[in-house]
């Protein structure tokens, strides 16, 4: 089982910069891809990022890539997504999810394939 727990969400400027946070608990995070997914008011929820277990392999949407940057420590058992250049449409809740995988292989964008998801958090960037 493993929990995971968002932070750093918050209202910003369009241009603006927001880094988020999720912990996981447990002591096998290593073991998990991790990805971060958004939902907007009225629309399906959809990939942002993801992460390999040891780093070494990142996937980004087209729409976030060269302003997004996903990273993880797996001492302190936390993935993060540093936001740059923030624009209105980039505003919805924000997900971190965790995919068991077994080596490197792993499915970035393909929601069904994590296991566990975090509540959220709000991130409303400001026109």
């Known amino acids: 089982q493993v929990q995971l727990v968002e932070s750093g969400g918050g209202l910003v400027q369009a241009g603006g910069s927001l880094r988020l946070s999720c912990a996981a608990s447990?002591?096998?995070?290593?073991?998990?891809?991790m990805g971060w997914f958004r939902q907007a008011p009225g629309k399906e929820r959809e990939f942002v990022a993801a992460?390999?277990?040891?780093?070494?392999?990142?996937s980004y949407a087209d729409s976030v890539k060269g302003r997004f940057t996903i990273s993880r420590d797996n001492a302190k058992n936390t993935v993060y997504l540093q936001m740059n250049s923030l624009k209105p449409e980039d505003t919805a809740i924000y997900y971190c999810?965790?995919?068991?995988?077994?080596?490197?292989?792993?499915?970035?964008?393909?929601?069904?394939?994590?296991?566990?998801w975090g509540q959220g958090t709000q991130v409303t960037v400001s026109s």
């Open positions: 447990g002591r096998t995070f290593s073991s998990y891809a």
């Open positions: 999810a965790a995919q068991r995988t077994f080596g490197t292989i792993y499915s970035p964008s393909d929601e069904r394939k994590y296991e566990y």
């Open positions: 992460i390999s277990r040891s780093s070494g392999s990142t």
